[in-house]
């Protein structure tokens, strides 16, 4: 089993800045890609920022220059740093991340989302 735990998101004002974290846990062998994806009202669920173990990155363009994704091999962590917030960005946040078990099988685990609102 493999837990991802978010923290961080809330409300803030047009312009400002967020950071967001995801740790997982449980039976890790290692991770391969970790990810942030996003879910605004009404809308599909979309990608958002990557990041692999040796540290490539890949964003969404409407996040690139704005949003900045990094991760913390030893503690199974991704972050999510987000500056100049846009209304535009308000959705639930979700983490995934594609674990290696314990049992070298392959998992797709994700977060339980957290809320991110930009508004005035």
């Known amino acids: 089993q493999v837990q991802l735990v978010e923290s961080g998101g809330g409300l803030v004002q047009p312009g400002g800045s967020l950071s967001l974290s995801c740790a997982a846990s449980g039976s890790i062998f290692s991770i391969n890609v970790m990810g942030w994806y996003r879910q605004a009202p009404g809308k599909q669920r979309e990608l958002v920022a990557t990041?692999?173990?040796?540290?490539?990155?890949n964003y969404a363009v409407s996040v690139k220059g704005r949003f900045t994704i990094s991760r913390d091999n030893a503690k199974n962590t991704v972050y999510l740093q987000m500056n100049s917030l846009k209304p535009e960005d308000t959705a639930v946040y979700s983490c995934?991340?594609?674990?290696?078990?314990?049992?070298?099988?392959?998992?797709?685990?994700w977060g339980q989302g957290t809320l991110v609102t930009v508004s005035s």
């Open positions: 990041i692999t173990s040796g540290g490539m990155t």
């Open positions: 995934n991340a594609e674990v290696v078990s314990t049992a070298r099988s392959i998992l797709s685990a």
